[in-house]
């Protein structure tokens, strides 16, 4: 059974000590330990206005998570390259934009509430100290 379905089914996949603390329905499913939790994933254009724009500036970390995988990767891509345009940057590394992006997502799941260009930035900040990079201002 692969994660994509069992994200369409709008359950979640957990560890067994996390399983205990599921508060909706619990499964067992083919060997998955599985929590249902009542949401269902929306179209990223969901969250667009009536003329069908998305203010990506007012997107909170939740909000991605809410998707299906294909938007959520699609939004990424965007961000990117979104950031190289202001950097003026013409290329990517590969591996590092991968590194990062996970970095998005492991500081979204943990702070929902937060926008997601604040993730961004949190990331890429702590990146920059870690690896001693200055930026020029």
């Known amino acids: 059974m692969n994660r994509a379905f069992i994200r369409q089914l709008g359950l979640r996949s957990r560890t067994l000590g996390e399983f205990n603390d599921c508060k909706e329905a619990r499964i067992l499913l083919h060997g998955y330990h599985l929590c249902w ?5 929306v179209e990223l254009k969901t969250y667009a206005d009536r003329d069908g724009y998305l203010d990506v500036r007012k997107l909170s970390c939740a909000q991605p998570a809410n998707t299906f995988q294909e938007d ?3 939004l990424a891509a965007w961000y ?9 940057k013409h290329v990517m590394q590969v591996a590092r934009a991968k590194s990062l992006q996970h970095g998005v997502i492991v500081h979204c799941k ?3 509430g937060k926008k997601v260009i ?3 930035d949190t990331v890429f900040k702590d990146y920059r100290t870690e690896q001693g990079i200055t930026t020029k201002r």
């Open 37 to 41: 939790t009542g949401l269902s994933q």
């Open 118 to 120: 604040e993730a961004i």
């Open 72 to 74: 959520a990767d699609y």
């Open 110 to 112: 943990a702070n929902p």
């Open 80 to 88: 990117s390259g979104w950031y190289n345009g202001l950097a003026k």
